[in-house]
């Protein structure tokens, strides 16, 4: 596609040879239209031209519009036989001209707002097709029918999964379909390997719920709703000699109302919220489970001692009140049996979980692509983040069932694995671990940790100085950067919505001690203060005045330390659009 900037409007016209319609996007309120030519340029002013890969879609503000596409993007393989890409650049485009006829209140709420969607553009792990749809896992994308799969890529799309589902609004009330493209946040990775005269092709792909999307301390558990945070869908593929198999495993937060607040301490108190409504809150995450994947069995890796102990206990007596035939809870408490080396010990989980694994199976298509074996149930695993300990466990599990899969085709021996086949076993491990590390950018802002054990197999003093790394990180960006990075999610996925009947000053107006706490002011001033507390203790063998102001500086530093740290709430960068327990 080209995108033409003219004065007074946008025009991206068709590149693919279709003669299709030009679609103009108003500069002055964003309303859009089709056209079948472009419009005559001045000879004074010509239009800047770009070369773009897709509309993402229109984002409404206080009196503009904001036009997003994608401007650069990477070619990194195929889903079905169709080619997948992954977002490089966003780029987003004004329509604010009547900003100009804005009250000063308009324009200065206009102009925060429209500052989110810098950090919008930096969005990572965001994929699209223009033939696949991405949201459907195989066996659901196997089960359309045929009046379904005739459909515009967009109405075929699961919603949940549906990245920029609100920014495509506008262009579906428009009646835009060749200008809708779906677009989802998760992880595409795949290799390709030997075995024997044999090459396999394993495929491993994320998919996020836009629900209750956020970053790691600003959304925790479940809404009222029982959607939870950090929920992902990952699915496993396997293609070898016209066979295609696929296995599905969930992640996401516990389903209960909690938040763990941030308040410049290292791990935060956890906060159960209205206990009363947890047994429904569960019921009702795992009916929707049921619905979409069959009988479910909840893993549940969190120590049984602490703050997590508590959660934990809060979850199963939950669990008691619904669990059934199709719907088994488990506990495994990971750091107790494995500790920080033994992840091998996860074979104990295995076998604790094998008999449902073999009951719910996978999906096995064909040569013809016919159904031979479906998938009835899934595996629902969470830790505390849902990443870490979540992934070194799914990749167990992962890798249990594609040697399960290549018994069946009757590639391996009955005690042949993977770990046998160098190659094979390199591939799987970095196929994990890269998956993993995406993941849990998209929450945390770093890597996962314990990401030496999927990648190479056992822990190594380097893997465990960047997980080291990587924590310190996490604090950092938890404590200093996550609440306004959660205002951009919140707006651009459209769990706040901005009005112009609003008061335009609530959601980003500081009062009280808020409106003047700063951390880095805080900070300065209490090693000021030990500065000069060192200066005077060293004038004492000369005049014992100066041990009196060497106390009365170090008294200040300890008393602005003190109070820092029974309010640190208010020293950290904290969403202003959406309340973390909503």
């Not at 096995?364 to 016919?370: D, I, M």
Request: glycine content about 8%; overall charge neutral; hydrophobic content about 40%.
């Amino acid at each position: 596609m080209r995108l033409w900037e003219f004065p007074d409007q946008y025009v991206i016209e068709p590149t693919d040879g279709s003669n299709g319609s030009s679609l103009a996007v108003s500069r002055v309120d964003g309303s859009m239209s089709l056209i079948e030519k472009l419009p005559e340029s001045s000879s004074v002013r010509v239009p800047k031209i770009r070369t773009i890969f897709g509309v993402a879609g229109v984002l409404k503000l206080v009196a503009g519009s904001y036009l997003m596409v994608i401007t650069e993007r990477e070619t990194v393989g195929s889903y079905l036989g169709h080619p997948i890409y992954k977002v490089s650049s966003f780029k987003v485009f004004p329509c604010d001209h009547s900003l100009r006829n804005s009250p000063a209140d308009q324009k200065k709420m206009e102009t925060e707002f429209s500052a989110l969607l810098n950090i919008g553009e930096r969005t990572p792990g965001l994929y699209f097709s223009y033939d696949a749809n991405l949201t459907l896992s195989s066996q659901r994308l196997n089960d359309l029918g045929g009046e379904s799969k005739v459909l515009p890529l967009w109405r075929q799309a699961e919603p949940r999964f549906l990245w920029n589902n609100y920014l495509l609004e506008n262009l579906i009330d428009n009646k835009l379909d060749p200008y809708l493209l779906p677009i989802v946040q998760g992880s595409y990775h795949h290799f390709q390997a030997a075995i024997g005269k044999d090459i396999i092709d394993v495929t491993l792909i994320a998919r996020r719920c836009t629900r209750r999307n956020g970053t790691r301390m600003w959304r925790r558990g479940a809404d009222s709703d029982g959607y939870v945070a950090n929920f992902v869908e990952t699915e496993q593929i396997m293609h070898l000699n016209g066979f295609t198999a696929s296995f599905v495993q969930v992640r996401g937060s516990i389903p209960l109302l909690w938040d763990q607040i941030v308040d410049l301490t290292y791990k935060p108190k956890f906060e159960i919220v209205r206990l009363e409504e947890a047994p429904r809150v569960a019921e009702r995450h795992f009916l929707d489970l049921r619905k979409k994947y069959g009988a479910v069995l909840a893993v549940d890796l969190v120590n049984t001692h602490g703050g997590e102990g508590r959660l934990s206990e809060k979850f199963a007596n939950a669990m008691q009140h619904i669990v059934s035939d199709d719907l088994r809870y488990w506990h495994f408490d990971f750091h107790h049996i494995c500790g920080h080396v033994h992840f091998e010990r996860l074979s104990i989980l295995y076998e604790q979980i094998v008999d449902f694994l073999d009951r719910n199976g996978y999906l096995l298509l064909n040569e013809k692509g016919e159904k031979m074996k479906e998938q009835l149930g899934v595996v629902r695993t969470n830790c505390i983040d849902c990443l870490d300990r979540t992934n070194v466990t799914q990749s167990m599990i992962g890798r249990n069932m594609l040697e399960c899969q290549l018994r069946r085709l009757g590639i391996f021996a009955a005690e042949e694995t993977i770990s046998s086949h160098p190659n094979l076993d390199e591939c799987f491990k970095i196929l994990w671990a890269d998956h993993g590390d995406d993941v849990s950018i998209q929450y945390s802002g770093t890597p996962a940790l314990k990401g030496d054990f999927v990648r190479c197999g056992q822990r190594t003093m380097q893997g465990m100085v960047k997980d080291g790394i990587n924590a310190l990180l996490r604090y950092y960006y938890n404590n200093f950067c996550d609440g306004t990075k959660q205002d951009a999610i919140d707006l651009l996925q459209g769990h706040y919505i901005v009005s112009v009947s609003k008061d335009m000053a609530v959601p980003s107006q500081k009062k009280g001690l808020e409106a003047v706490a700063s951390f880095p002011l805080a900070l300065s001033f209490v090693l000021t203060g030990f500065f000069f507390a060192t200066l005077s203790l060293r004038q004492v063998r000369y005049d014992l005045r100066h041990l009196f102001f060497s106390f009365l500086w170090a008294g200040l530093s300890v008393a602005i330390a003190a109070f820092v740290r029974a309010n640190g709430r208010i020293f950290c960068n904290r969403p202003r659009l959406h309340k973390p327990g909503s």
